[in-house]
């Protein structure tokens, strides 16, 4: 049996929220380990529109919301520069909306201290191209784009510097409790099947949706209602200034640029929790997002879409209403000792992927206080995360364009991306210029052991060619570093079928086309349709 | 222009009956946008998957329809067409795939990778030369799976000047670019460079990537190198393919066929059931013909498209078939129901237009329904017998 290792803190879940506060105990000087079931970044911030908020969007309905997103909003351009894209953003009146409607929402945004202005439709139609030309009012905000992967991947990086433990793949099976307080984790271990234990002064339950089922593991009822959300990546960046309706919230009202594409979403409809670890696209959900964002920008129309996607939000029942048709906004923060008469678990839930740093420090300023040492404070909204170091360090001269794609997602540490050989500058993804070099530094130094996690690392097949010419490449690449060629044409069958199932709600047209390809390429000149794999991806 | 017999579509559908019409004495051409999925097939061609009885496919099936009991034939006069255009296919061979999966084919060009042709060669030892810098060929994977059957592997890899010039822009190496510099003084360094690393072998394996500046580089690569060498295929675009397809184009012109290259047909003129002519979007002047063939492709190749809600025929507007029920399958490795969407066609293969036989107009290859090519391994055997079978009664 294992030595069990003691903590001052364990946080449950790899996502922004859980990345946030693991960086957050970690730079307070506590010892923290971070727990995630699969890699980080595999639920709702790995699915999300990638939108840096300005709040505007929820100035009219919900004003504390509004103002908690402009300060984060402000907070993440300086501390996770390399993250964000500073898009600006425009809220459009069309002719079918009520243009009265504008002049509401500037005051609200206004009152929340969001900058918004009304400028003439022609500046805005000048400023961005492919906007409606029917519009006939524009207003503009200072809405971003963020990439959660990189973000999320920022906060661990430094986590780890600052001493914390990370396990992935690690899922989260019982608690270790006494009468009335959590003592620690059982967890096993997806990779090797190893069950492993860990203790802690405190829990904490930072697991998106499925905090719901941690919690009752905990013992403790934390209503959650999933609520799916669906949303179209197209395979051009038609848009460079996101794209809002001058309205209240609807669906499919948001195009998002970021890096080489854009983004339309996003939908909102209860589901159940039996299917929120394989969400489908619906063509109904299709239908709405390409109608309202064909509204936005015409070109949407002609333009290939690359895939779809859906994340689940977790929308939290407010605590004084049990029937759970009241629902919490914002940030929730639970301390179940005085809640539930459980100690050393908290659940930090709610929120959105921009305000994951103040949910961060909600949870961590509880940790402390529980731990008894409350003087310690949060000073995340002014540190950088690596990559966004704002130290002045030898300019490098950047002479090809995969180092100027490695620096755009990895920030200063693009610096350590091997580039002396020939080799080591070869080109793994064509689409969007990762090199051998890249690839190798993400298995050497960010241990990533599959394909998925490449992807995740430095976006891999993410690209127009959808992995359909360079996962091969990469699988060669781990399979240097790993020998064992049986797994890694699971792992290659496994990506490939990750990537058709965004494919297929959208498969006509070029999608068709280039899948038709792919299934060539992999099931016959691989000969991997030979293979008999029924592999589902067990990674989301 | 006035043809006996315009083809609609350059790869191999289309190439093999142009070949076999110009052969005949009819005044033909080819009308290609220059794509084709011959540039994406690795050196082998499939007929049928073993495991597939040919009686069992269905009545719709090409292969049905050619009729069971003439397949052997006109197998025979594809190789024969093959062999007349210089390049020489051993048939019921067993390739290695790039990633070591183990595959029998109908065809397999000779110096090819083959488990029978390396052994034959008697050899125990093989050296596996990959190149530096080139990501699409893995000899760990090979080496893999030669090692199950039975063969001692070494893997090494090779450099040379002109490799390395192309490297330092890290996306040109591709095969087909590699293939493209390569100049005969490259071709003895090559030989030089991989004599160097075979001293202890029996036998080569190099990536197939000479052959796209001729058939005789492809041939002079083997000679030069003092120890047996077969070329395996590398992944994604290929140059054997590219090479085949360059040959196929050569043998059509040498017996007087017309390329008409790098346009596509956008329109057709019909009257009293049969097709007069087409226009293409690069030409002023309509292209007339007594026959017409329509081997355009399949989806990859823009013969057919895929819209929303239906799957149309986008050159003359022609009728299709599409199967019932939701057109894919969520495992991409398994049987694709939209492979067997396609041209509907009478069982001559004439095409159907508002439900009526068009005379002179005929589908071959991969446009036509019924087949699902990629599961049952038979996209080349229908593009070859399709179009021979057509050929034949012109």
Redesign the interface.
């Known amino acids: 049996m294992n030595p069990i290792k003691h903590y001052d803190v364990i946080v449950i879940g790899g996502g922004a929220t859980g990345a946030g506060t693991a960086r957050d105990c970690a730079l307070r000087g506590l010892k923290v380990l971070l727990v995630e079931r699969h890699d980080f970044s595999s639920g709702a911030t790995g699915r999300n529109h990638g939108l840096l908020h300005s709040g505007a969007r929820y100035a009219v309905t919900d004003q504390e919301s509004a103002t908690e997103c402009i300060k984060e909003n402000m907070t993440l351009r300086r501390i996770a520069s390399h993250c964000v894209e500073e898009t600006g953003g425009l809220f459009i009146t069309l002719p079918e909306d009520d243009l009265a409607y504008q002049q509401t929402f500037i005051d609200a945004c206004r009152k929340a201290g969001i900058e918004a202005d009304a400028i003439d439709p022609g500046l805005a139609r000048r400023l961005e191209p492919s906007v409606n030309p029917s519009i006939i009012g524009a207003v503009k905000v200072p809405d971003g784009s963020i990439d959660p992967f990189r973000l999320t991947t920022a906060n661990v990086i430094d986590a780890q510097i600052h001493g914390a433990d990370i396990l992935t793949h690690h899922e989260v099976t019982d608690f270790i409790r006494s009468a009335d307080r959590i003592e620690g984790i059982v967890m096993t271990d997806s990779l090797t099947g190893q069950t492993l234990r860990a203790t802690a002064d405190v829990t904490v339950n930072a697991a998106g949706i499925w905090g719901h089922l941690i919690a009752q593991k905990a013992g403790v009822t934390v209503k959650m209602f999933p609520a799916k959300g669906a949303l179209l990546v197209f395979g051009h960046r038609v848009n460079n200034i996101v794209i809002n309706r001058c309205r209240k919230p609807a669906n499919a009202d948001i195009l998002v640029p970021g890096d080489t594409v854009c983004v339309i979403g996003t939908t909102s409809d209860r589901v159940d929790f039996d299917s929120i670890d394989n969400m489908e696209v619906t063509p109904g959900e299709v239908d709405i997002l390409l109608r309202e964002g064909i509204k936005l920008a015409p070109s949407l129309a002609t333009t290939r879409i690359l895939r779809a996607y859906a994340g689940v939000r977790p929308l939290v029942a407010s605590d004084n209403d049990p029937s759970g048709r009241s629902i919490s906004r914002g940030i929730v923060c639970l301390d179940h000792a005085s809640r539930d008469g459980l100690e050393g678990f908290i659940t930090i839930t709610g929120g959105k992927l921009m305000t994951y740093r103040l949910m961060a420090q909600w949870a961590t300023d509880m940790v402390c206080r529980k731990l008894g040492r409350p003087e310690i404070k949060c000073s995340t909204a002014s540190l950088p995360l690596p990559g966004s170091d704002l130290t002045p360090k030898a300019v490098k001269t950047l002479h ?1 364009v ?1 180092q100027k794609a490695a620096k755009g997602r990895h920030g200063n540490l693009a610096d350590n991306i091997p580039a002396a050989t ?2 080591d ?4 993804c ?1 689409c969007e ?1 990762v ?2 070099g890249e690839i190798n530094y993400a298995i050497d130094r960010l241990h990533i052991q599959s394909l998925e996690g490449l992807r995740r690392r430095t976006r891999l097949g993410m690209g127009t060619c959808q992995g359909q ?1 360079c996962i ?2 990469a699988a ?2 781990l ?2 570093h790993n ?1 064992c ?1 049986q797994r890694h ?1 699971d792992q ?2 496994s990506f ?2 990750e990537r ?2 965004g494919i ?1 709600p959208v ?3 070029d999608a ?20 008999k ?2 592999t589902e991806s067990n990674e989301i | 222009m006035k043809f006996d017999s315009v083809i609609i579509g350059g790869g191999l559908a289309g190439l093999t009956a142009g070949i076999s019409l110009a052969a005949k004495g009819h005044n033909t051409a080819i009308i290609a946008t220059g794509h084709s999925a011959l540039h994406f097939n690795p050196g082998s061609f499939g007929l049928l998957d073993s495991n597939i009885d040919i009686n069992s496919l269905a009545p719709g099936h090409p292969y049905s329809k050619i009729g069971a009991q003439n397949i052997t034939a006109l197998t025979d006069h594809a190789h024969a067409l093959l062999s007349d255009t210089g390049l020489n296919f051993l048939k019921d061979h067993s390739n290695i795939t790039p990633m070591g999966i183990v595959q029998t084919s109908w065809l397999t060009l000779d110096g090819m990778l083959t488990i029978e042709s390396l052994a034959a060669t008697g050899a125990k030892d093989l050296t596996i030369v990959g190149i530096d810098g080139f990501l699409d060929f893995y000899p760990r994977f090979i080496a893999s799976a030669l090692q199950k059957q039975g063969y001692n592997c070494i893997v090494s890899s090779i450099t040379t000047d002109t490799l390395g010039r192309l490297r330092s822009n890290p996306s040109e190496m591709r095969a087909a670019n590699i293939s493209r510099i390569i100049t005969a003084a490259d071709l003895d360094t090559l030989a030089r460079q991989i004599n160097a690393q075979a001293s202890n072998a029996d036998a080569i394996i190099f990536p197939a990537i000479i052959g796209l500046n001729g058939y005789d580089q492809f041939k002079q690569l083997r000679d030069k190198v003092s120890k047996p060498l077969f070329y395996a295929p590398t992944v994604g675009i290929s140059v054997t393919g590219m090479m085949i397809a360059s040959m196929l184009k050569g043998r059509f012109t040498s017996l007087g066929g017309h390329m008409l290259k790098g346009q596509s047909v956008i329109s057709g003129t019909f009257a009293n059931n049969r097709l007069s002519s087409v226009t293409t979007d690069k030409l002023d002047d309509t292209i007339k013909a007594d026959n017409f063939i329509l081997a355009a492709g399949s989806f990859f190749s823009h013969g057919l498209k895929a819209l929303p809600d239906r799957i149309v025929e986008p050159a003359l507007g022609l009728d299709t078939e599409t199967p019932d029920g939701p057109l894919c399958h969520k495992d991409l490795l398994s049987p694709q129901p939209f492979m067997k969407a396609g041209l509907a066609s009478d069982p001559s293969f004439r095409c159907l237009r508002a439900r009526s036989a068009v005379e002179n107009l005929y589908g071959a290859g991969a446009i036509l329904s019924s087949a699902d090519s990629l599961s049952e391994n038979s996209g080349a055997g229908i593009a070859m017998l399709t179009a021979l079978h057509i050929a034949n009664k012109l």
């Open positions: 090809t995969a020939d080799t500058r070869s080109m793994v064509e210029n090199s051998a010419l091969c490449r060669a690449l399979e240097a020998p060629a044409l290659i069958a490939v079928n058709w199932k297929r498969a006509w047209g068709l086309s280039e899948a038709q390809l792919t299934a060539w390429i992999y099931g016959h000149q691989l000969g991997l349709n030979q293979l794999t029924t």
